[in-house]
């Protein structure tokens, strides 16, 4: 838990139409704690995954996309297939680390944000992932050269890492997909 | 029969030997598999994590480029699975939304392991079987992505799933019962948060070894590797291989698991090749 409050005297109404319009239906929780109890990352996290819907509830928007939960976050839908009340707390916190982006917040985890920016950056290129340069990519940035050197090494000796791109022909559709801009937030 | 055939980018990447794999198997099941043309990469969970709507366009490029051939699209990939049910359902549901016009395909996304897993195809394997792989204690781990949310992928049994397990049985091995069937290996922070994965994987080949297990067997490409490659930080413990249900299969087929095969794993499935040849010794006794 961060030090602040919980309160709905914070909320953001821009925030609660955005969830609200992704169909996310945050006031139906009750606090019953199966999300928390099930998320496989819960003891890295810095809001527990049945916080970040109650604050979510409550509009507080600055807090939770400052969180590092946003970031550790895995994707692995356990919270939200297993909410007594249907709510889709992975689509919440997919909407919440593109507004932590759109906003321009500094990311809380930024080896996290920089992976799937590389990985994103290798698609818009390449129209497929391209794992040795989206490996090569985030290395670099990252600085962090020593961790899985001897995994990438044991992965290149197997051959698993091909060396050179598949590009696609219809690598300008791919380009006009990412350039959209996000028309969903401009409505 | 012919399918619509979806790789993926593991499967042309670092989980190669797994395209081969599905291919053999459903080659020698009769079904032939036409990959869409010029496909692009699904965005994964980094597409959908970050951006909403590149995370629906990618997918939705390779349905679009899907809709003439009116073939269900057979997907291997858990994390494609998932983001081209997610794409699929964004669709169906509006249209005009995304700027298409009409979409109404009859084709239907397939996921291998329930595809393999029905009970006509199921037979056929145990038919094709040269060398059922007797007595091999596999700890069937399916991961997140194939099943969850259940409102995209559809899966029928998501908490208690059975497909792997089937196919295994199929072959003449052995699935346990065990606890970590559907934990989350966190394979999309498995590069930025190292620490993070060691300890998901640890708990989970721990508790596929409490069960007895010799091996895990999967579907999902993340998985296997995440897992397999994470083991190698855990010292002083022996690593378990983590087989793709389709390599394995072929293997029953096949009556063999070639050297070559075995280096594609980064811990040692020494393991299989071993049970086929004792299984191959004590079938000749008995005859
Ligand atoms: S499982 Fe659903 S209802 Fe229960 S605390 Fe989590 S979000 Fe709220
Ligand atoms: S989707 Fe995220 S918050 Fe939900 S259980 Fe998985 S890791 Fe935890």
Same mark, same amino acid.
């Given at each position: 838990m961060t030090g602040k409050a919980i309160s709905p005297?914070?909320?953001n109404r821009k925030f609660l139409a955005k969830i609200e319009a992704m169909d996310i239906d945050v006031s139906a929780c009750f606090q019953c704690g199966r999300c928390s109890a099930g998320c496989p990352v819960t003891e890295f996290f810095d809001l527990t995954t049945m916080e970040v819907v109650r604050m979510a509830a409550y509009g507080m928007e600055e807090v939770l996309i400052n969180s590092k939960t946003i970031w550790l976050? #895995? #994707?692995?839908e356990t919270c939200a297939t297993r909410c007594p009340n249907e709510i889709d707390i992975a689509v919440l916190m997919d909407v919440l680390r593109e507004l932590a982006i759109r906003k321009g917040v500094a990311p809380s985890e930024p080896g996290i944000e920089l992976f799937h920016r590389s990985f994103l950056g290798s698609i818009r290129h390449w129209g497929r992932a391209y794992e040795v340069g989206l490996i090569a990519g985030y290395k670099l940035r990252s600085g962090d050269l020593t961790s899985d050197m001897k995994l990438g090494w044991q992965m290149f000796s197997k051959r698993k890492l091909k060396l050179l791109p598949h590009p696609i022909k219809g690598k300008d559709q791919i380009r006009n997909i990412f350039s959209g801009k996000g028309k969903e937030y401009e409505r | 029969m012919k399918l619509s055939y979806y790789p993926g980018c593991s499967l042309k990447g670092t989980a190669a030997d797994y395209d081969r794999s599905v291919t053999a198997v459903c080659t020698r099941l009769g079904i032939e598999l036409e990959e869409i043309t010029d496909w692009n990469c699904c965005g994964a969970s980094s597409a959908h994590m970050t951006n909403h709507e590149v995370g629906v366009r990618l997918p939705m490029r390779n349905l679009l480029l899907s809709m003439t051939s009116g073939h269900d699209i057979l997907v291997p990939c858990a994390a494609c699975f998932q983001r081209m049910k997610a794409a699929d359902k964004s669709l169906r549901d509006n249209p005009d939304y995304w700027d298409v016009d009409c979409y109404e395909p009859d084709f239907e996304i397939l996921h291998i392991s329930r595809f393999l897993a029905s009970e006509q195809r199921r037979a056929r394997i145990t038919e094709l079987v040269k060398q059922p792989l007797a007595d091999l204690k596999c700890a069937c781990y399916y991961g997140c992505l194939s099943l969850r949310n259940p409102r995209i992928t559809d899966a029928p049994d998501y908490e208690q799933p059975k497909s792997l397990e089937r196919i295994v049985e199929a072959i003449g091995a052995t699935p346990l019962r065990w606890s970590?069937?559907?934990?989350?290996?966190s394979g999309s922070l498995t590069m930025a948060r190292p620490d993070i994965a060691v300890k998901l994987v640890s708990d989970i080949v721990g508790a596929a070894k409490k069960a007895g297990a010799e091996a895990l067997v999967t579907d999902c490409p993340m998985c296997q590797a995440n897992v397999e490659s994470r083991q190698?930080? !855990?010292?002083?413990q022996e690593p378990l291989p983590v087989f793709f249900a389709t390599e394995l299969i072929l293997a029953a087929f096949e009556g063999t698991y070639p050297e070559k095969q075995q280096k594609s794993? !980064?811990?040692?499935?020494e393991i299989l090749a071993k049970v086929m040849s004792s299984a191959a010794h004590n079938s000749k006794e008995v005859i």
């Open positions: 005297e914070q909320g976050c #895995a #994707a692995c | 970590h069937r559907t934990e989350c290996c190698m930080e !855990l010292e002083g794993h !980064l811990v040692s499935a």
